[in-house]
């Protein structure tokens, strides 16, 4: 459950990160341009650092502590994901 | 710049929202500039509501800065080949190879209101997609233009 939520998330993870930088040529300057470099680069790291929590408790046994880390990473994964549809939209608004 | 005020007439017949916005605000002498700034109207669209209401005996002109009644529709061809002009001089100045993207929609606006709609909209694509610089100073050049 705990290694299967932190994969799930390190996947979404990794997923965001390839949106981000795709929505990076459409602003390539600008408020959301520049935000989204740095939004960007903080997706990668976490994407990293999913990547080690993964590694890091693979063989661990199953805790509460441990069940709501991997909840709480999950859960960032998806509101990035969210934030970044969000960015989308407004894009998507401005081209129209 | 002209100055207009609600006539006596009594209103008596049926006025689109625009022409009832400007009429209303007409309930005090008020000049088009004013108008302009406080309907946020394009320009074609004002002068358009304008000219109804002043065709119908609902405002009169009380001052106005030039000799003979101004008749903006005459000049608006000119004026719009050459605002496209500045307008598309503008953004080569600030975009660079950008601007090359925009020069085709610049092309296709059928009026002034239009172009001027337009170009607001651009400012704040440009402030959130391209260079806040650009579209800051595109912004100060449009307020000259379209003033």
Not at chain 1, 33 to 43: D, I, P, S, Y
Not at chain 1, 51 to 66: I, K
Not at chain 2, 93 to 119: C, D, M, T, V, Y
């Amino acid at each position: 459950m705990v290694q299967a939520l932190v994969v799930l998330g390190f996947l979404l993870m990794l997923y965001n990160t390839y949106t981000g930088f795709q929505m990076k040529s459409k602003a390539p300057g600008g408020v959301i341009g520049e935000r989204l470099t740095q939004l960007n680069l903080f997706v990668l790291l976490f994407a990293l650092g999913y990547l080690a929590v993964a590694l890091l408790t693979w063989s661990r046994p199953v805790n509460t502590l441990l069940l709501i880390v991997s909840l709480i990473l999950f859960f960032g994964a998806v509101f990035v994901l969210l934030v970044l549809r969000l960015v989308q939209a407004v894009l998507a608004a401005l081209e129209g | 710049m002209q100055i207009y005020r609600q006539t006596s007439r009594a209103l008596d017949i049926f006025l689109s929202r625009d022409e009832r916005l400007v009429y209303t605000l007409c309930r005090e002498e008020i000049s088009d500039i004013v108008l302009a700034q406080r309907t946020q109207l394009p320009l074609d669209v004002l002068n358009k509501a304008l000219s109804a209401l002043l065709e119908h005996g609902l405002i009169e002109i009380v001052a106005s800065s030039q000799s003979e009644p101004s008749r903006p529709a005459e000049h608006t061809p000119d004026k719009l080949v050459a605002a496209k002009a500045q307008l598309a001089a503008i953004l080569k100045a600030e975009l660079g190879e950008h601007a090359a993207k925009f020069l085709p929609e610049i092309e296709r606006k059928q009026s002034l209101g239009e172009l001027e709609e337009w170009s607001r909209k651009l400012v704040i694509k440009l402030k959130l997609t391209l260079s806040q610089k650009a579209a800051n100073a595109l912004e100060a050049h449009l307020r000259s233009l379209f003033s």
